[in-house]
């Protein structure tokens, strides 16, 4: 059997307020034709379909058309579980119209596993599958335990015990597969990730994940890759698109799985071309590198993160000139010659227009605030009730 795993499309996510409904578009484009392409069974979701629990109602019908494209009319099942980003009643809420087309969405966590008929294989896919076990969908709490070692030992045990009940019933005659949405130790993350975790309490130890499968898909984590020291393979498909600049020069994929009845699955990526790139510029000679680059159309494709070396301030004029002659550049960041942060040491002693020179200059990244703006914040200082102690 041949599965695709994928996680944490985040439909609804915005980068500095511009909208990615139409690289989510591309993305549900060149999936549907990857499930061709590569002959794929069926499809796992790992949780974040959503990006927020009420996410946009373009977003939602997105979601719905796109799911039932990729179904093919109940050919390729889909078994889909929410993330910490996904409402878990909303997501499921069209659960009992979506299993016709052999679509399974499953919000919270249960200790019944999933039996998927896979038609035309004439088999069934058994799945452990456990939505974000977050304290309160779990119904339970760990919060009482003051000591944060002691608290996490509790819930990484807890999750084990969550697995061991759903793949209890498993067997080598049949294909068994365990998935969640989860932070498991040891997985490198990003910027973009929403923590799920309060100073690795929500952690779980990779020896935790079941043994008794033969794949562990596994959502949160927007970096594809495997995960080491389980005791059966297991992979975070990572995200579709590139959600924050830390992302960068990250190819992005889905992961097919190659499966049969009691042996090792292989694993292989597929890396998608839907999605913009995010980028930097470094522009070190300055405003005319910015317009020359602009000129020649690079990177046209790509959202842009902007650092220009100035010897003087960029107004708003001008920081909104670029973007709007570029719509690509997201952020102008200048960087000034020579600067090196300044800390003072007894703050105490320094007059209030000095702090605040120090902290306008590490804001802006070297830039000094001219007499007008210094006045001003004297003038709101003022307002407040005098200067801080």
Same mark, same amino acid.
């Given at each position: 059997?041949?599965?695709?795993?994928?996680?944490?499309?985040?439909?609804?996510?915005?980068?500095?307020?511009?909208?990615?409904?139409?690289?989510?578009? =591309?993305?549900?484009?060149?999936?549907?034709?990857?499930?061709?392409?590569?002959?794929?069974?069926?499809?796992?979701? =790992?949780?974040?379909?959503?990006?927020?629990?009420?996410?946009?109602? !373009?977003?939602?019908?997105?979601?719905?058309?796109?799911?039932?494209?990729?179904?093919?009319?109940?050919?390729?099942?889909?078994?889909?579980?929410?993330?910490?980003?996904?409402?878990?009643?909303?997501?499921? =809420?069209?659960?009992?119209?979506?299993?016709?087309?052999?679509?399974?969405?499953?919000?919270?966590?249960?200790?019944?596993?999933?039996?998927?008929?896979?038609?035309? !294989?004439?088999?069934?896919?058994?799945?452990?599958?456990?939505?974000?076990?977050?304290?309160?969908?779990?119904?339970?709490?760990?919060?009482?335990?003051?000591?944060?070692?002691?608290?996490?030992?509790?819930?990484? =045990?807890?999750?084990?015990?969550?697995?061991?009940?759903?793949?209890?019933?498993?067997?080598?005659?049949e294909i068994a597969i365990a998935m969640s949405h989860l932070f498991v130790a040891g997985g490198s993350g990003t910027d973009s990730e929403r923590p799920i975790e309060v100073g690795g309490a929500y952690t779980v130890r990779a020896t935790q994940l079941p043994d008794n499968v033969q794949y562990t898909a596994l959502g949160h984590l927007h970096r594809p890759q495997n995960i080491k020291h389980a005791k059966a393979p297991a992979r975070y498909a990572g995200s579709p698109l590139a959600f924050s600049f830390s992302e960068t020069g990250y190819a992005k994929?889905?992961?097919?799985?190659?499966?049969?009845?009691?042996?090792?699955?292989?694993?292989?990526?597929?890396?998608?071309?839907?999605?913009?790139?995010?980028?930097?510029?470094?522009?070190?000679?300055?405003?005319?590198?910015?317009?020359?680059?602009?000129?020649?159309? !690079?990177?046209?494709?790509?959202?842009?993160?902007?650092?220009?070396?100035?010897?003087?301030?960029?107004?708003?004029?001008?920081?909104?000139?670029?973007?709007?002659?570029?719509?690509?550049?997201?952020?102008?960041?200048?960087?000034?010659?020579?600067?090196?942060?300044?800390?003072?040491?007894?703050?105490?002693?320094?007059?209030?227009?000095?702090?605040?020179?120090?902290?306008? !200059?590490?804001?802006?990244?070297?830039?000094?605030?001219?007499?007008?703006?210094?006045?001003?914040?004297?003038?709101?200082?003022?307002?407040?009730?005098?200067?801080?102690?």
């Amino acid at each position: 059997m041949r599965l695709l795993h994928t996680a944490d499309w985040h439909i609804g996510r915005t980068i500095e307020g511009r909208d990615r409904l139409p690289e989510h578009e =591309a993305f549900f484009d060149e999936l549907i034709q990857i499930t061709k392409d590569e002959s794929i069974d069926a499809v796992l979701m =790992a949780g974040d379909v959503f990006d927020s629990v009420n996410p946009p109602a !373009k977003g939602e019908e997105l979601f719905y058309e796109s799911m039932a494209r990729l179904a093919d009319g109940g050919n390729i099942p889909i078994i889909i579980i929410a993330g910490n980003h996904d409402h878990p009643e909303r997501l499921s =809420a069209a659960r009992t119209l979506l299993r016709k087309q052999e679509i399974y969405i499953q919000g919270y966590p249960t200790l019944t596993p999933l039996r998927v008929p896979v038609r035309h !294989k004439d088999t069934y896919l058994n799945i452990a599958a456990l939505p974000y076990p977050s304290e309160s969908r779990l119904k339970e709490s760990f919060s009482h335990e003051e000591d944060e070692l002691v608290h996490r030992d509790a819930y990484d =045990a807890k999750i084990h015990h969550l697995f061991n009940t759903l793949t209890r019933s498993f067997s080598s005659d049949e294909i068994a597969i365990a998935m969640s949405h989860l932070f498991v130790a040891g997985g490198s993350g990003t910027d973009s990730e929403r923590p799920i975790e309060v100073g690795g309490a929500y952690t779980v130890r990779a020896t935790q994940l079941p043994d008794n499968v033969q794949y562990t898909a596994l959502g949160h984590l927007h970096r594809p890759q495997n995960i080491k020291h389980a005791k059966a393979p297991a992979r975070y498909a990572g995200s579709p698109l590139a959600f924050s600049f830390s992302e960068t020069g990250y190819a992005k994929s889905v992961s097919i799985i190659d499966v049969e009845p009691g042996k090792t699955a292989t694993i292989n990526e597929v890396h998608l071309s839907a999605g913009k790139p995010l980028v930097k510029w470094h522009a070190e000679e300055g405003l005319s590198e910015v317009h020359q680059w602009m000129a020649e159309k !690079k990177d046209a494709n790509a959202w842009i993160e902007l650092e220009v070396h100035v010897t003087d301030s960029l107004t708003m004029e001008e920081i909104y000139e670029i973007k709007k002659s570029y719509p690509g550049i997201l952020t102008v960041r200048p960087i000034f010659p020579e600067f090196e942060y300044e800390y003072t040491v007894n703050r105490k002693h320094v007059p209030i227009e000095e702090l605040f020179s120090q902290f306008y !200059k590490r804001q802006t990244g070297g830039a000094m605030p001219d007499e007008a703006v210094t006045r001003l914040f004297l003038e709101l200082l003022n307002e407040e009730g005098g200067e801080p102690s």
